[in-house]
């Protein structure tokens, strides 16, 4: 159980805002400015399809761990602190990204990165959600999570004007690089003012009961870890997809920028869909438009494939993120914390590995419509295992 707290409108707008912004640094730049910037990465080193799975791997590897160390109680009384640090530390990574060729240094960057942006994400969530939890005002969580779509969408942004204005051949990918470095420096500075002292502490902490591996527990499980294959080879080459069927430029900005935008705001389009179908079924209804999205981004005409398939992916995957976690919750009501950190696991493997199936494949076979596919079947196997959970759901089993 919470304390409550009094938190202010303006206090919990600032203490939502520190939220959305840093999870713009740690999530839209530090884990996903790689995908606008993959491309000029890939003609400009160059760097192979494998060698760009590899690399996004690591900073999958990267998250896990860190989301693993996270788990332990080193940084009680200390989150604010770890946070402010694991953003400078984004802002110092992402500089380091253009100051270098070599694919080994790439990977050791970004496995770092990762670790930054889990202890970046956990510890500011840890704070910003307990104060809109102690207030009971869930647009806070909303507008939290909305971070990483902003961060997104700024992302592409960058990307498109820095190579309008300044891009000087086969190395304009570094100053990509430095442009996010410079807006995650901003972003720790407005966080720094922003974000509470610490969380709303628990009146009292019990420990947890081992978690109990239900059949349903273990379907949901299974679901959302290859989710994370299924997501992540859209959510990484996405942009390099565009650049490969010459869609141009202006759809290469598009497809990432509205695939933030679409993020940013889709829990808050989600949201009356949870009252009328709950969370099980918005689980599937948002795998199932992501699956269209998929599908889009190598079935449409190449000149609207990013878009849609850009679109539709924004507007599902922090959505099926969320929500998955939620069933998990309700799954375990004694294990809460032992089922999210079970799930962020299998979650992070499958993101691990999508990116390395799906770049060598690439490679092999000269293009991303056959993982894609791979994605796709994927995802809808994901629904597959759900719906025996919805139903145990529904029969208040």
């Known amino acids: 159980m919470l304390v409550r707290v009094e938190n202010s409108p303006t206090d919990l707008f600032f203490t939502a805002a520190a939220g959305a912004i840093a999870m713009a640094s740690a999530m839209g730049f530090g884990r996903f400015s790689f995908t606008p910037i993959l491309p000029g990465m890939m003609s400009g080193i160059p760097l192979s399809a494998a060698d760009a799975g590899f690399v996004a791997s690591a900073n999958f590897v990267g998250y896990l761990v860190g989301a693993v160390l996270a ?59 307990s104060h809109g939890a102690a207030a009971g005002n869930d647009h806070v969580q909303a507008a939290h999570f909305g971070g990483p779509g902003a961060g997104i969408a700024l992302s592409s942004v960058m990307v498109a004007l820095i190579g309008f204005f300044f891009h000087d051949g086969a190395g304009g990918w570094r100053l990509d ?27 009292h902490a019990e420990k947890e009961p081992p978690l109990r591996w239900t059949r349903p527990m273990v379907l949901l499980t299974t679901s959302y870890g290859l989710f994370g294959f299924g997501y992540v080879i859209t959510a990484t080459f996405l942009v390099t997809i565009a650049r490969m069927a010459a869609a141009g430029q202006t759809v290469e900005f ?14 808050f389009l989600w949201k009356p869909l949870v ?41 599902t995957f922090l959505a099926i993120t969320a929500y998955g976690l939620q069933l998990g919750r309700r799954l375990s009501p004694a294990s809460p914390r032992r089922a999210l950190a079970t799930m962020t696991a299998a979650f992070g493997l499958g993101q691990i590995i999508g990116p390395i199936v799906a770049g060598w ?12 596919m791979i994605a796709a079947v994927v995802l809808a196997l994901c629904v597959a295992l759900v719906v025996p959970v919805m139903t145990r759901l529904r029969h208040g089993h």
Not at 115 to 122: D, T
Not at 254 to 267: E, T, Y
Not at 361 to 372: H, K, M, R, Y
């Open 71 to 129: 788990a332990y109680g080193w940084a009680a009384g200390r989150e604010r602190l770890v946070a402010l640090l694991s953003l400078l530390a984004t802002a110092v990574l992402l500089a380091a990204m253009g100051m270098t060729a070599s694919v080994a240094a790439f990977a050791v960057i970004r496995f770092l990165a990762g670790v930054a942006s889990a202890f970046a994400m956990i510890f500011t969530s840890s704070i910003v959600l």
């Open 177 to 203: 690089w430095f442009g996010g470095a410079v807006i995650a420096a901003v972003a720790l500075v407005a966080v720094w003012y922003l974000l509470p002292a610490g969380p709303v502490r628990s009146a």
């Open 254 to 267: 598009l497809c990432w920028f509205i695939a933030g935008i679409a993020a940013s705001v889709s829990l």
């Open 275 to 315: 009252r009328s179908l709950d969370l099980g079924g918005t689980y599937v209804a948002a795998m199932l438009v992501e699956i269209v999205g998929v599908l889009a981004t190598v079935l449409l005409p190449r000149s609207v494939a990013p878009l849609v398939g850009g679109a539709l992916f924004g507007v």
């Open 361 to 372: 494949i690439a490679q092999a076979t000269g293009s991303f419509e056959l993982p894609t």
